[in-house]
C-alpha cells in the first residue's frame, strides 16, 4: 500500500498475573517462596501480534469473546503497555473503547462534551471548533444545558457517540459502539461512516462481532484466535475464517456437552430433552462453511431404550433471515427400532437451491399418537447446543434472499406467451377437472 502507516504494532505480547495463592503474612510468604509457589499463574492473552494500519483504511478486527480484541484496543489507546513489543501512533488518535465512559451525570450535556474532550486530549478551543457539530449529530441542541441525568439513556448513548465520531483525530478506535440509538440514528450513523470510508485522511480501526459491518465498512481485516493473528487481509476472507471458527467451536463445545453428559448418567437434562430421551444432538459431519454446489452431510446422535417405532423429524431454520426453510415434516424419517439405547443415523441434504447464509438443524424425536395413524407426540427436541449450525459461503451467491438465481428466476417473455401459456394452463386444468368429473360419475353408477 502507498499510504503511509499510522499504526505499527510489532511482535507484541500481553499477559497478566492471576493470583492462585495468597499468603496473609511474611510467615506464609517465606514458606511459599521455599515450596517455590509464586501465589499466581500468568496468563498470556496476546502472542507476538503484529501488523500494520495505513492511512486512510477502515480496518476492522474480529475475534471470539476472550481472544484478545479489547486488550489489543487497550494497548493501542495506552490504556496498558504490552509486556513485549512496540506499538507506533502517528498522529492523533481518539479511542472510543466503551461509551459514556467519564460522564459525569451531575453536569450539563454541554459541560460533559469539554469533559470529554480533556479526556481526549482536546484543549478547550479544539471542543469549541467541534461543539457545533457534536450537538447537531446527536440531535440534542436543546437539552445540552441540562443535566446529564435527566437524560433518557438513547440520548446519552448518542451524546456519548457524537463525541466519539465527530473529534477530529486521525485515528479513531471503535470498540462494538455501532449499533447505537434508534434506527434513525443507526441510518445517519451508517451515512457517516460511508463518508468516512471516502475520507483518504482519516483511519478507523473498528472492533465487532457484525460481519454485515465488516463486509460494509472495512477495506481490510484481521482475525485474531486466542491471542494470536489468525488470519489478516480482505474483508471477505477474514469475516469467512471467523464464521467458520465460531462453527467449529461451537460444534466442539456441542460434542464434549454431549460426552459429559453421558459419563454424568444424564442427572440434569439439557433443555427440550428428559428422561425418557436424555441424548438427543445434531452434528455436522461435513466441513461447517460449504458452497452451494455440496451436499451437506450430519448426524444425529440419540439416546432412546423404547422399542417401538418412532420418527425423527427434522427442520431447516434461516438463522439470518428467520423462518422455518424446510421441514421433513413429522413423520419423517421413520426410524425401525431393532436395538434400544444409544444410536447415531448419518443424512445428507443438497445446497444447491440456497444463497449465503447460516443456517441450523433442530431435530425432535416424535412417536405415534396412541389412536390416531395421523399424530405424533414430541418426545424431545434438539435445542440451543444441540442444535447444527452450518454455514454457505459461494462467490456465485447473493446474500440476500434465501434461493438463488440458479434454482429460481424470473425473465420477461411477451403478452402473446403469457397468455398462450396461460390458456393452456388453463385448458389442462378443465380436461383434469373434467377427467375426474368422469370417472366420479362411473363411480357412482357402478354403485347404484
Given at each position: 500500500?502507498?499510504?503511509?502507516?499510522?499504526?505499527?504494532?510489532?511482535?507484541?505480547?500481553?499477559?497478566?498475573?492471576?493470583?492462585?495463592?495468597?499468603?496473609?503474612?511474611?510467615?506464609?510468604?517465606?514458606?511459599?517462596?521455599?515450596?517455590?509457589?509464586?501465589?499466581?499463574?500468568?496468563?498470556?492473552?496476546?502472542?507476538?501480534?503484529?501488523?500494520?494500519?495505513?492511512?486512510?483504511?477502515?480496518?476492522?478486527?474480529?475475534?471470539?469473546?476472550?481472544?484478545?480484541?479489547?486488550?489489543?484496543?487497550?494497548?493501542?489507546?495506552?490504556?496498558?503497555?504490552?509486556?513485549?513489543?512496540?506499538?507506533?501512533?502517528?498522529?492523533?488518535?481518539?479511542?472510543?473503547?466503551?461509551?459514556?465512559?467519564?460522564?459525569?451525570?451531575?453536569?450539563?450535556?454541554?459541560?460533559?462534551?469539554?469533559?470529554?474532550?480533556?479526556?481526549?486530549g482536546f484543549t478547550p478551543e479544539e471542543v469549541d471548533a467541534m461543539y457545533d457539530d457534536?450537538?447537531?449529530?446527536?440531535?440534542?441542541?436543546?437539552?445540552?444545558?441540562?443535566?446529564?441525568?435527566?437524560?433518557?439513556?438513547?440520548?446519552?448513548?448518542?451524546?456519548?457517540?457524537?463525541?466519539?465520531?465527530?473529534?477530529?483525530?486521525?485515528?479513531?478506535?471503535?470498540?462494538?459502539?455501532?449499533?447505537?440509538?434508534?434506527?434513525?440514528?443507526?441510518?445517519?450513523?451508517?451515512?457517516?461512516?460511508?463518508?468516512?470510508?471516502?475520507?483518504?485522511?482519516?483511519?478507523?480501526?473498528?472492533?465487532?462481532?457484525?460481519?454485515?459491518?465488516?463486509?460494509?465498512?472495512?477495506?481490510?481485516?484481521?482475525?485474531?484466535?486466542?491471542?494470536?493473528?489468525?488470519?489478516?487481509?480482505?474483508?471477505?476472507?477474514?469475516?469467512?475464517?471467523?464464521?467458520?471458527?465460531?462453527?467449529?467451536?461451537?460444534?466442539?463445545?456441542?460434542?464434549?456437552?454431549?460426552?459429559?453428559?453421558?459419563?454424568?448418567?444424564?442427572?440434569?437434562?439439557?433443555?427440550?430433552?428428559?428422561?425418557?430421551?436424555?441424548?438427543?444432538?445434531?452434528?455436522?459431519?461435513?466441513?461447517?462453511?460449504?458452497?452451494?454446489?455440496d451436499t451437506f452431510r450430519f448426524a444425529v446422535e440419540y439416546q432412546f431404550d423404547e422399542?417401538?417405532?418412532?420418527?425423527?423429524?427434522?427442520?431447516?431454520?434461516?438463522?439470518?433471515?428467520?423462518?422455518?426453510?424446510?421441514?421433513?415434516?413429522?413423520?419423517?424419517?421413520?426410524?425401525?427400532?431393532?436395538?434400544?439405547?444409544?444410536?447415531?443415523?448419518?443424512?445428507?441434504?443438497?445446497?444447491?437451491?440456497?444463497?449465503?447464509?447460516?443456517?441450523?438443524?433442530?431435530?425432535?424425536?416424535?412417536?405415534?399418537?396412541?389412536?390416531?395413524?395421523?399424530?405424533?407426540?414430541?418426545?424431545?427436541?434438539?435445542?440451543?447446543?444441540?442444535?447444527?449450525?452450518?454455514?454457505?459461503?459461494?462467490?456465485?451467491?447473493?446474500?440476500?434472499?434465501?434461493?438463488?438465481?440458479?434454482?429460481?428466476?424470473?425473465?420477461?417473455?411477451?403478452?402473446?406467451?403469457?397468455?398462450?401459456?396461460?390458456?393452456?394452463?388453463?385448458?389442462?386444468?378443465?380436461?383434469?377437472?373434467?377427467?375426474?368429473?368422469?370417472?366420479?360419475?362411473?363411480?357412482?353408477?357402478?354403485?347404484?
Amino acid at each position: 500500500m502507498d499510504k503511509p502507516v499510522v499504526l505499527d504494532v510489532e511482535h507484541v505480547d500481553k499477559w497478566f498475573k492471576l493470583p492462585t495463592e495468597q499468603a496473609t503474612g511474611l510467615k506464609q510468604a517465606f514458606i511459599n517462596w521455599t515450596k517455590g509457589i509464586k501465589g499466581f499463574k500468568k496468563q498470556q492473552v496476546l502472542k507476538d501480534v503484529t501488523f500494520q494500519v495505513h492511512q486512510g483504511e477502515f480496518f476492522g478486527i474480529v475475534g471470539r469473546n476472550g481472544g484478545g480484541k479489547s486488550t489489543l484496543l487497550k494497548i493501542i489507546s495506552q490504556i496498558y503497555y504490552p509486556n513485549r513489543g512496540s506499538v507506533n501512533v502517528t498522529g492523533k488518535l481518539v479511542p472510543f473503547i466503551e461509551l459514556g465512559v467519564g460522564f459525569n451525570p451531575e453536569l450539563t450535556g454541554r459541560e460533559n462534551v469539554y469533559l470529554n474532550g480533556a479526556l481526549l486530549g482536546f484543549t478547550p478551543e479544539e471542543v469549541d471548533a467541534m461543539y457545533d457539530d457534536i450537538v447537531e449529530f446527536a440531535e440534542l441542541g436543546e437539552f445540552m444545558d441540562q443535566k446529564l441525568k435527566n437524560y433518557s439513556s438513547g440520548m446519552q448513548v448518542r451524546l456519548a457517540f457524537s463525541v466519539a465520531i465527530k473529534a477530529q483525530g486521525d485515528i479513531l478506535v471503535l470498540d462494538e459502539v455501532l449499533a447505537v440509538g434508534d434506527e434513525a440514528f443507526q441510518r445517519k450513523c451508517d451515512d457517516y461512516f460511508t463518508k468516512v470510508r471516502q475520507d483518504p485522511t482519516k483511519t478507523v480501526i473498528l472492533v465487532t462481532h457484525d460481519m454485515s459491518a465488516i463486509k460494509r465498512y472495512c477495506t481490510r481485516a484481521m482475525f485474531i484466535k486466542d491471542g494470536e493473528v489468525a488470519a489478516i487481509g480482505d474483508r471477505e476472507t477474514v469475516s469467512e475464517s471467523y464464521t467458520l471458527a465460531n462453527l467449529e467451536a461451537i460444534d466442539q463445545e456441542n460434542e464434549e456437552k454431549a460426552r459429559k453428559a453421558l459419563e454424568a448418567g444424564h442427572e440434569e437434562y439439557p433443555n427440550g430433552l428428559n428422561e425418557r430421551c436424555p441424548l438427543l444432538r445434531t452434528y455436522g459431519v461435513s466441513p461447517l462453511m460449504l458452497t452451494s454446489a455440496d451436499t451437506f452431510r450430519f448426524a444425529v446422535e440419540y439416546q432412546f431404550d423404547e422399542t417401538d417405532d418412532f420418527y425423527l423429524a427434522i427442520a431447516l431454520h434461516d438463522v439470518r433471515r428467520g423462518g422455518i426453510t424446510f421441514d421433513t415434516g413429522a413423520r419423517n424419517p421413520q426410524m425401525h427400532m431393532t436395538k434400544p439405547g444409544h444410536h447415531t443415523v448419518y443424512f445428507e441434504m443438497p445446497l444447491d437451491l440456497f444463497n449465503n447464509g447460516e443456517f441450523r438443524l433442530i431435530t425432535s424425536l416424535r412417536t405415534p399418537t396412541p389412536g390416531d395413524g395421523k399424530m405424533t407426540d414430541a418426545v424431545a427436541v434438539a435445542l440451543d447446543d444441540n442444535a447444527c449450525t452450518f454455514a454457505i459461503r459461494d462467490p456465485r451467491n447473493s446474500n440476500y434472499a434465501l434461493i438463488n438465481n440458479r434454482a429460481l428466476y424470473i425473465k420477461p417473455i411477451s403478452e402473446e406467451e403469457a397468455e398462450d401459456a396461460a390458456a393452456e394452463q388453463k385448458a389442462a386444468r378443465k380436461e383434469t377437472a373434467d377427467t375426474a368429473a368422469d370417472a366420479n360419475t362411473v363411480f357412482e353408477s357402478g354403485q347404484a
